[in-house]
């Protein structure tokens, strides 16, 4: 195959588009054409924070259509011409955790966006012209009239639903406060109207003005600073509290002193490693329940494209950005606030 264009991370800060030739073939798979490749703040932190081990072709919410296939693949698996989503991990398919169709959480699963280029055929990611396709990645075929810069929404709308009806059990009617409005946070408020919702409000912080309003836009009832969020909460507390928000730790505690008695906590925001001060009496005596989430169940994904073909333009509150693959870093540079004006939400890169 031809050399491809790709944007390489060889290190914090250090990102080029460059022509990169694919590695050794393994014995079977299939190249996917990408479309589009959504930006999130995963990548961010890989641009600006994480040591590199190897050079990577970053990009994970990967949109694309079937270009080549060869040797031995699974059955079912996507033909050419099929346009599909994929789900970022690539799992074993064997471990106990696969067998129980907890794929998401295997621990020899490999990732799209964060596999080194030593590993053949050297395209894991999404931010590239073609990226690799391995036999036992999960894909979701796209409707075909939903936009590709549209469509790479599928990972955060996917991951709200997940948290809010398998996570969190939430029952119609009952209220939900999400603590965040990041794209994880707005696609979580949309997820909780959708799945019927009684109350339900967006907590931010200074500055997130415009983000409250998308939230409201998304289904909110309210978008509110969260230092202002007693004043506004319902009676009694909240039944669900999901805490997308990364960094400091101490926003769980403040989800558990959120929640109503007997009420769920979602904890979906990475905290860098830094532990919580949340008060185990306070879970204990008002029997609270605290669950982490890592990324979302698979059928939330059938579940978030069919929403984005239904409601195409209700994810206008997105605003999401478009830039071209040479326009990587400074896609990235926007996204984490580095340039001048307000910090997008989502961006997109596309190859078209």
């Not at 230092?227 to 990364?246: E, I, Q």
């Not at 929403?307 to 605003?319: D, R, T």
């Amino acid at each position: 195959m031809s050399p491809v264009r790709a944007a390489v991370l060889s290190a914090p800060r250090r990102i080029e588009v460059t022509s990169l030739a694919p590695g050794p073939l393994p014995p079977g798979g299939a190249w996917v054409d990408i479309e589009a490749c959504g930006l999130c703040g995963s990548d961010w932190s890989w641009y600006a924070d994480r040591p590199i081990a190897a050079p990577l072709v970053p990009g994970h919410e990967i949109v694309g259509r079937v270009a080549e296939v060869w040797g031995d693949r699974p059955a079912g698996a996507p033909s050419v011409g099929d346009r599909v989503a994929l789900e970022e991990r690539v799992p074993c398919r064997m471990c106990a955790l696969c067998l129980a169709g907890r794929h998401r959480l295997c621990p020899a699963s490999t990732r799209y966006g964060a596999t080194g280029l030593d590993t053949p055929p050297a395209l894991w990611g999404g931010f590239a012209e073609r990226v690799y396709l391995a036999p036992a990645a999960n894909t979701h075929l796209v409707p075909s009239t939903v936009a590709a810069e549209l469509a790479v929404l599928f990972i955060p709308l996917s991951n709200g639903l997940s948290w809010v009806s398998s996570a969190a059990g939430l029952r119609p009617g009952e209220s939900v406060v999400v603590l965040g409005v990041g794209q994880h946070g707005l696609a979580t408020v949309a997820a909780a109207r959708r799945c019927g919702a009684g109350t339900v409000i967006a907590a931010g912080r200074a500055g997130d003005e415009m983000r409250l309003l998308a939230a409201e836009a998304l289904g909110a009832d309210i978008g509110v600073d969260s230092g202002k969020l007693a004043a506004v909460m319902p009676p009694g507390g909240a039944d669900v509290v999901v805490d997308t928000t990364p960094g400091p730790s101490r926003t769980l505690a403040q989800a558990a002193g959120l929640a109503a008695l007997g009420g769920r906590v979602v904890l979906a925001g990475l905290k860098a490693g830094e532990p919580s001060q949340v008060s185990t009496d306070v879970l204990v005596r008002r029997e609270i329940t605290v669950r982490g989430v890592a990324a979302r169940e698979s059928w939330a994904i059938g579940a978030a494209l069919r929403w984005l073909e239904e409601e195409p333009g209700l994810f206008a509150a997105f605003g999401s950005l478009c830039f071209g693959l040479g326009q990587v870093e400074r896609a990235l540079l926007t996204i984490g606030g580095e340039v001048a004006g307000p910090r997008p939400v989502h961006a997109v890169i596309t190859t078209g």
